[in-house]
Each structure stands twice: as C-alpha cells, then as structure tokens.
C-alpha cells in the first residue's frame, strides 16, 4: 500500500501537480480496500477506482451526473469554479472529507465587504446527501487531474450494494 | 376638499386616464432619458438620438467612469431622470442616485437589509436587472423579492411589500413594470420548484391588487374558460391542472423572471413563463401548462386575453421568458399590431398581439435541431406546436439516457439578454447563443427551498460552425429570415440598443462594447471595458451631448458556464480543453462606463 502511495505522489510531481494537492502526510487518494463496489482509502474515506483503460468505479459515474445537476448552476462544469462560486475539483483535495461533508451539509457563509459568498445547507437535500460521496469522489478524481473533463466512458456497474443503499436513503 | 380629492381620483379611476403611466408615457417620450429598463413600453430599446451615428460612432471616447462596489454578474442598466441617474447593483442591490449636474456626485444610496441566505437559493448568480422609474419614485425590486418604492429625490422609502418567500427558493432577479396606477411583477426559483405568477401592486400605496399564476386551477391562473384563448379557440376549463399529473403542477414552476412589455391602447400587458420543474420531463407528464407560454393580461384585471405555449412539455429547459417587442408593421399591406419573441427554444415568433394569431415561426439559428418547425395550419390538430425529432427528444430517449447533440443548450439560442428593434430599418438585433448541449434525465426528490433540476448537461459550442459559442444577427421578423449574423467568440450575453444614428450597440463576455452599422453589420467601434458585459446598453442625453451607457460585470449563466471553458464529451478526451475560457479574458467586476464624442 505505502508503495502505491509513493508511486502516485511520484506521478503527480511528475505532472507538475504536486503544487495542486496539498502537504498532507495521509494519502487521501490511493484505494486501500473495495467494499460493494465502494472504494476506500487507508482511513476508511470514500475514493475513485480509476483502472488503467480509463473505466471508472459507479460512484465517480454517479458523481459526474449529480454533480451536474446539483452543484453545477454555481460552481461551473466539471468542478472547474465559475465567476460565482469556486472550484470543488480544489476543494475535494484541500479538504478533509468531513469538512467537506460538514460545509455541504450545514453550508458556509463569507458575507463581508468585498464577498457575498454563500453556501446553502443542503442537509435536508436527499438528491445531494443520498449522493454525497458519489459527489465527493468525482471531484477528488477530478482535483487530482486522474480524471479529465468530460462525460466519463467506460464504468463499473452499480453494484446491488450501491443501489439498496440508495433505494434506503431516497426513502423508495 | 377631502370630497373633491376623492371624487377627483374616482373620476380618474373611472375615466382609466390620469395614471401615473401617463406621466410615465410623457417622461418616456423624451429621448433624452432613459426611464425604463425596456427603454419603453414596447421594449424596442430604440432612442431617436442621432448625435452618435455611422458617421461619428468612431470617435466615440470614454467620458466618465463609475464603480457599483459589487463584484458579481451586473445585468440591466442605468436608468436617467431628468438630472438624475439611478445606478443598480446585483445582491446586496444598492441604488445609487447619482447628480449627472454637479460631475456624478452622490445624491443618495439606498443599501436594502437582505438576509443573506437568499444568495444560496439563487440559481446562477445574484444577477438583479434593475430598478424602473414611475412618479417621481424608484422602484427596487430585492433578490429576497422584497418590492420597495424610493422617493426618487431623497431615497427614503415611501412603501415596500413582500412579494415571495426565499425560504421555499422564491427569489427575484427581473425589473417591474410601472404601468397605469400599478407595478406589475415577477418572480424567480423554476430550479426549487416555485409556482410561478405575476403580482400587481398599487403603484401608491404597495397594496397587493391581484396575483395570477403560470400554472394551477382556473381561478390562480387568472383565465376565463369561454373568453381566453389560444390561437383563436377557448382554452376551456382547467386547462392547466388537465394537463399535469396529479399535484405536480404545484412544484409546477413557470416562473416570470423575464421582460414586461405594454400596451396602452389595448390595456395588455406581455410576459413570457419559464421552464415547468423538474428538468426531467418523465417526472410530469402532459403538456405543463401553462408554462413556456406567452401571456397576453388586461393590466387592470389581471386576466389573460390569449396565450400561446410555445414548447409544450419542455424537454431542454427552454424557458419562454424572453422579452417581448411590440412593433407596428405592415404585412401584405396591412398595418398590424405586431408582438415579437426570440424564444430560448431557438424559433422566432412573430405574433398578432391584439389576437395572438401566430403569424410566423421560423428558426433563428439554423444549428437549431430538437424540431422540424412549428405547424402553422390552422386546419392541422398539432396547430402552432413544435413537431419535436425524436433523436433530440429527452422524454422520448428516458430517463438515465444521454441525449447528445442537442441545440441549442440549456442557455437557449437566446436568454433574458433582451434584442433591440428599430423602426427605421424595420429590423430586430439579437444577441444569441450558439451553444448545443448532452442532457441526461433522472428522477430527483422534491425538498422545498432545494434545488429540484433532475437533468446532467454538458455544452459546447455548435459543432461544424465558426467554433464560437454565440452570434449578433439582424432579423427580420416578417420574412423570419436572419439578415446578417455576426460571429463571436463567447454568447452574447449583454442587451442590444438601436438609434435614429443607425447605429446598433452591444457588449461582449470578453468585455468589449461595440457598436455596428444597423444596415450592414460593419463593426464601427469597440472599446474593451473592466470586465466582461452581461448589462445591457442605454442611451441619454444632456446640455446637447449625446452618451453611451453600460454596466460591465462579469457573471450570471454565463460567468458560471463559461468560466473555465466548455468541453465537447463527444469529441473524445483528446480534444478536451479545445475552447476558450472565459477567464482568460476577463476578471470579476462592477464598473458603468459612460461614452461620448468629443467636444
């Protein structure tokens, strides 16, 4: 696992985008371990699954539609920001994934003389929150420049794990 | 002479003449202001000044500069009263009374109170298009929907009513109507499920004088059953809840965030309703009415003459907002009252506005693709609706199905950027957006104050065509015909003007003001503003010189869709990146820039 992980810091320097993820001394990328079609990282946070011919797990999938549908009238395609809102694609990578969950959930405020930025909860959202860490993944995939803009092609199907899961949280 | 008071405003009441839009009719007519958003009634955003014209526009040189102090989408544009301009500013939508005789001196600021979590329920951005002016009051209408009548010379405030509830995502962006002895208004939130409607107010006191909704029972919708029709025939009864599924009309949307046009004569007044929610059109099956419909409503009553939906059952968000220009043309050598729309749908209407007869249909970018054109026999049981091509139909493909190639977006071959028409060469200028779209359907939840959109998009521009994502035509409303199409880098996303000069203005993302021959297209002047221009262009006039205003300010749908660029999914991953961004052209800010010739 730790060999994965340098391998993928490697590769990022090599892309000129060691700059882009911060300093963080866990690896908040690199799968350690898949559960019902779930991927997660060493600290049990949700991750991509991105194979070498470009197929991404359900959940990046999921993430890309939702996101475009929830997130995408402020914060622009793709994660890539807006003259409104700022870039998620950076935010999934700078933020812990509990304050990213935090902020979506109860929302932020910077309301002051030169910024009138605000961020509704979106706690109560089940198209948001039953989704949210499909969200979160494909913004972190996004961040970490392993998946490009666009519709992603190849996927894995939704596992049956995935789809109770939503079934439960949608109340279907 | 408290009885002659009264009986006096009985008798004007009666006599439906001495109203505050007499006054305002007076103040109208005088080129040298600017005293509406629309320009005037019409909505033509014509001026009859001629000083800055083809021959002169050249020399057209910066004469002042004004900072709003806001850095976000500025849409609209200064308004002039006599000495004084009114300046308007997105959220926290400030009004700046600015004394154009001591060099632009603050006369007065109005700073409303808003909460600011209604910025949160603002779909793209806290654009606001601006405030209008009635009897010597300015009217502001807030993002939090809050109405307020300013006393134009001091800037106390003489009423304010509430007109929605941020709460349940009722928001406000568009301008009001001062009309008669009332403001005629709007409301935003088609993306959180609002029912949409427009509300009169008494133009002295902010009573609330009727309310008529987009969609619902026959007495919210303000219809007669056996009086209003569409396309010459009563709608009958419950025409609008018959065409929705259970109470879904109620989440129904047809919100009025667009223009307000007027006519007198006719005691009409003209809007247009959005898209009916969600975005995922197997949600709500029927025809959604009355959403992406223009209205045609007696001003005093409220109720609807005629209506015509122009999309039934909207697949693409194609939001029937846009404004309205009334003209008076001749067609086979008839003199007619003529309503003109350029529909997101892509389709130029064009419209008897005493009857509503549909008189021409015709596509105004002929990348349009998701119909085959509108059926225009009276005889035909699909009379004046669009025949939609399967390939492009959302409901038709499913929900969880990318339907690819469609065009125009989202953003509609047009949005709220209103055109201009100008009597002199009997022609329209319109900004437009060249724009196709992938939308995947899914089912969404309703959550009441939450978005409710229920569709991924991606955009990009037209493909096999100049590559730009917009276009600056010249239309011709009788022949249904483009005259002459400019192409431009990035959407059009700024509000035409037209002059007696022959000169016809408009701004650009990049920032750039420009100004084109009315006849030609030939581009006689561009001056590249402090950022990129979503207001829309204005005209005045003082001690002899004629000027050029306009609200630069990045944002609104554009700023958010535009920023970074748009990328083709269907060109495949290599070509990803392959179109401009806007944000390498312009930056966030909040500037009006005033032109002049020089002396």
């Known amino acids: ?172 | 002479m408290k009885t002659f008071m009264t009986l006096a405003s009985v008798a004007a009441m009666a006599a439906g003449g001495a109203f505050a839009s007499d006054t305002l009719q007076a103040e109208i007519d005088k080129p040298e202001q600017w005293v509406i958003q629309t320009g005037d009634y019409k909505n033509q955003r014509y001026s009859k000044l001629d000083q800055i014209n083809r021959d002169t526009v050249g020399d057209l040189q910066v004469a002042w500069t004004f900072s709003t102090g806001v850095l976000r989408g500025h849409e609209g544009s200064p308004l002039v009263v006599g000495d004084t301009m009114f300046v308007h500013t997105p959220f926290p939508n400030t009004v700046y009374a600015l004394d154009l005789a001591d060099d632009g001196r603050i006369k007065w600021r109005y700073e409303p109170k808003q909460d600011p979590d209604v910025i949160g329920v603002m779909c793209c951005d806290t654009v606001y298009r601006g405030v209008a002016y009635a009897d010597g009051k300015v009217f502001l209408h807030q993002a939090d929907t809050t109405v307020v009548a300013l006393d134009a010379e001091t800037g106390e405030v003489a009423w304010s009513a509430v007109n929605g509830d941020p709460s349940k995502g009722e928001t406000n962006t568009a301008t009001v109507l001062p009309v008669k002895d009332k403001i005629i208004v709007g409301i935003s939130g088609g993306e959180f499920g609002v029912q949409g409607h427009v509300t009169a107010y008494a133009i002295e006191t902010g009573e609330q004088l009727w309310r008529a909704y987009s969609v619902g029972p026959d007495d919210q919708i303000m219809v007669d059953p056996e009086k209003t029709t569409e396309l010459g025939k009563p709608i009958g009864p419950d025409s609008s809840i018959n065409s929705w599924e259970g109470d879904q009309w109620k989440i129904g949307g047809g919100t009025t965030w667009g223009w307000f046009s007027a006519d007198l004569e006719e005691n009409l007044f003209y809007y247009g309703t959005g898209n009916p929610s969600t975005w995922n059109p197997a949600q709500r099956p029927g025809d959604n009415k009355w959403s992406m419909t223009i209205f045609a409503r007696d001003i005093d009553t409220g109720v609807a003459k005629w209506v015509y939906q122009m999309t039934p059952h909207d697949e693409w968000d194609y939001d029937g907002v846009n404004e309205m220009i009334l003209s008076e043309q001749e067609i086979d050598g008839e003199t007619r009252k003529l309503l003109t729309h350029m529909d997101r749908n892509g389709i130029g209407y064009t419209m008897d506005r005493v009857t509503g007869e549909l008189l021409v249909a015709e596509k105004y970018d002929p990348v349009v693709n998701w119909t085959t054109g509108v059926d225009m026999d009276p005889e035909s049981e699909t009379y004046g609706r669009p025949a939609v091509v399967a390939e492009y139909s959302t409901e038709q493909n499913g929900e969880d199905v990318n339907s690819t190639g469609i065009c125009p977006s989202a953003l509609g071959t047009k949005d709220q950027q209103p055109g201009a028409y100008s009597p002199r060469t009997e022609t329209f200028y319109v900004p437009t957006n060249h724009v196709c779209m992938d939308y995947e359907p899914f089912r969404v939840a309703y959550t009441a104050g939450q978005p409710y959109v229920g569709a991924t998009l991606s955009m990009y521009p037209a493909p096999d065509s100049h590559g730009g994502m917009g276009n600056f035509i010249a239309w011709d409303n009788i022949n249904g015909e483009i005259k002459w199409s400019i192409p431009e880098q990035f959407s059009v996303w700024s509000g035409a003007l037209a002059t007696a000069g022959d000169v016809v203005f408009y701004g650009t993302l990049e920032g750039y003001l420009k100004a084109v021959d009315a006849e030609t297209g030939d581009e006689l002047y561009r001056f590249k503003t402090p950022s990129g221009i979503i207001g829309n262009v204005m005209t005045y006039e003082r001690e002899g010189k004629q000027y050029i205003g306009i609200l630069s300010g990045v944002g609104g749908w554009a700023g958010i869709g535009l920023a970074a660029g748009l990328t083709n999914p269907n060109d495949g991953l290599g070509a990803v990146g392959g179109y401009a961004a806007l944000s390498d052209y312009t930056a966030l800010g909040g500037q009006l820039t005033v032109f002049a010739l020089p002396d």
């Open chain 1, 1 to 172: 696992m730790k060999f994965t992980a340098s391998l993928l810091a490697a590769g990022l320097a090599a892309a000129g985008m060691a700059g882009q993820a911060t300093a963080q001394d866990v690896d908040n990328l690199s799968v350690a371990y898949e559960e019902g079609g779930r991927y997660y990282t060493e600290d049990d946070v949700p991750t991509y699954n991105i194979g070498e011919d470009g197929t991404v797990d359900w959940l990046t999938y999921s993430g890309f539609r939702r996101y475009h549908s929830e997130c995408h009238v402020c914060h622009g395609p793709e994660g890539e920001g807006s003259s409104y809102a700022p870039a998620l694609k950076t935010s999934a990578i700078d933020m812990d994934y509990y304050d990213f969950l935090d902020v979506v959930t109860n929302g932020r405020k910077v309301v002051n003389a030169a910024s009138h930025n605000v961020m509704p909860a979106f706690g109560d959202n089940p198209n948001v929150m039953c989704y949210i860490d499909d969200i979160y993944v494909y913004l972190k995939a996004r961040g970490a420049d392993v998946l490009p803009r666009g519709r992603p092609g190849q996927r894995e199907d939704k596992s049956d794990d995935i789809r109770a899961a939503e079934e439960a949280c949608l109340g279907l």
